[in-house]
């Protein structure tokens, strides 16, 4: 386990950052998909081929997972998150396809403390998952919990 780097206080709007690239494989895409998202065009290259797509895609929902994994290694770990509420957002708007290098950019868009605890409060996130082109591929908004360094006073 890392030690806390990032509170609450550390996420202020504007905040940003960018992870380095994680580039999908033939492979790893089917073997997500055999496992999670049976669709032809994830799991079998030949079948995909005659899909709308024209060819071997990952599925969305290894993309939100690849991001979640470049999240972690970039941050989270060294923050003191303590869960979601989930995504108020998530469009899927480009296929991935074997060979993509993917990476994620986070942008906090506002922070607000809890109005219940004085310990902790919530951090809005944009996240875009972007291919290799700049293009993004995948777009999420939702918020985070995170704690306080130093729980609110009533001056606070």
């Not at 509170?7 to 994680?22: A, K, L, M, Q, V």
């Not at 060819?55 to 060294?78: F, H, K, N, P």
């Amino acid at each position: 386990m890392k030690p806390v780097r990032y509170y609450w206080e550390d996420f202020t709007p504007g905040w940003r950052y960018e992870s380095p690239p994680r580039t999908l494989t033939a492979q790893d895409i089917t073997t997500f998909a055999r496992e999670y998202d049976t669709q032809s065009y994830h799991t079998d290259e030949e079948a995909a081929k005659s899909s709308p797509f024209g060819g071997l895609i990952a599925s969305g929902w290894q993309t939100c997972a690849v991001a979640m994994r470049l999240m972690c290694d970039g941050y989270l770990l060294e923050t003191s998150c303590i869960g979601s509420p989930g995504l108020d957002e998530l469009r899927w708007l480009k296929p991935v396809r074997p060979g993509d290098a993917l990476r994620l950019h986070s942008v906090v868009l506002e922070q607000a403390p809890s109005q219940k605890d004085p310990a902790r409060g919530t951090v809005k996130f944009r996240w875009d998952v972007l291919n290799q082109h700049g293009e993004v591929v995948c777009s999420m908004t939702g918020r985070q919990h995170y704690r306080r360094r130093s729980p609110a006073t009533a001056d606070s």
